[in-house]
C-alpha cells in the first residue's frame, strides 16, 4: 500500500510540474535517477540517458529565457501547449512499472490532465502580466515557476506523500482561480478590447 501511494505521489508530483516546465521536470528525474539522489524502482532509468537528460538540460536553458522575455514567453506556451500535456502522460506512465493496461490508460489520463491544468493555468496567468508594461512581474513570476518545479519535483522524489499534498492544493488553487483568469485575459488582451469597441459603434 505504502508503495502505491509512494509512486502515485511521484506520479502527481511529476505530471503537475510538466505542465510549467516539462523539460525542468526531466531533467531533475533523469540526473538523480543518474546519480542516486534517491533510491527509485528500476523503470526510471529511462530517464538515465545521456540523450535524454542532455536534451531536458539545453530545452530548459533555451525556455530559461524564453520565459524571461515578455510576448514571447506566450508564443513558447502556445508552442507547448500540446507537448506539456503529451509530456505529462508519458511521465506518469513511464514512473508507474508493470501494470495492467487499464491502470496505464488511467495514469496517463491523469497525467495529462494535470499537465494541461497548469500548463493553461501558467499560459493565461502569463498573458496578464504582458498586459503590463514592466518586465519585472514576467520576470518575478518565470523565476518563480522554476524554482517551484525544481522543488516540486526534488519534494517528489524524497517526499512524495507530501508532493501529492502539494498538488492537491495546486489544484483546487487552480479551480478557484480559473474564472478570475479567464475574465483577467479577456479584459486586457487587445483583441477583446477591438470587439468591444466594435460592438458599441
Not at 501511494?5 to 528525474?29: M, P
Not at 538523480?32 to 545521456?50: E, H, K, M
Not at 514576467?138 to 517526499?159: C, P
Request: aromatic fraction near 10%.
Amino acid at each position: 500500500m505504502f508503495e502505491a501511494l509512494t509512486a502515485l505521489g511521484r506520479t502527481l508530483g511529476f505530471s503537475f510540474g510538466a505542465g510549467i516546465n516539462l523539460y525542468a521536470t526531466i531533467a531533475v528525474v533523469g540526473l538523480a535517477s543518474r546519480y542516486g539522489w534517491v533510491t527509485l524502482p528500476d523503470q526510471y532509468r529511462v530517464f538515465d540517458n545521456d540523450l535524454v537528460i542532455g536534451a531536458a538540460l539545453v530545452l530548459y536553458v533555451v525556455e530559461f529565457f524564453a520565459d524571461k522575455i515578455p510576448w514571447v514567453d506566450t508564443l513558447w506556451d502556445g508552442l507547448h501547449t500540446l507537448i506539456r500535456p503529451v509530456g505529462g502522460a508519458l511521465i506518469a506512465v513511464s514512473t508507474l512499472g508493470d501494470v495492467s493496461p487499464a491502470v496505464e490508460g488511467l495514469t496517463a489520463l491523469l497525467g495529462g490532465t494535470l499537465a494541461a491544468s497548469t500548463h493553461f493555468a501558467k499560459a493565461g496567468t502569463r498573458a496578464v502580466a504582458n498586459t503590463s508594461p514592466e518586465p519585472f512581474s514576467n520576470w518575478a513570476l518565470s523565476t518563480a515557476e522554476d524554482v517551484f518545479v525544481v522543488s516540486l519535483a526534488l519534494v517528489a522524489l524524497a517526499y512524495p506523500l507530501v508532493a501529492a499534498i502539494v498538488v492537491i492544493a495546486g489544484v483546487i488553487l487552480i479551480l478557484v482561480f480559473a474564472v478570475w483568469i479567464v475574465r483577467a485575459v479577456r479584459r486586457r488582451w487587445p483583441w477583446h478590447r477591438a470587439e468591444a469597441g466594435a460592438g458599441a459603434g
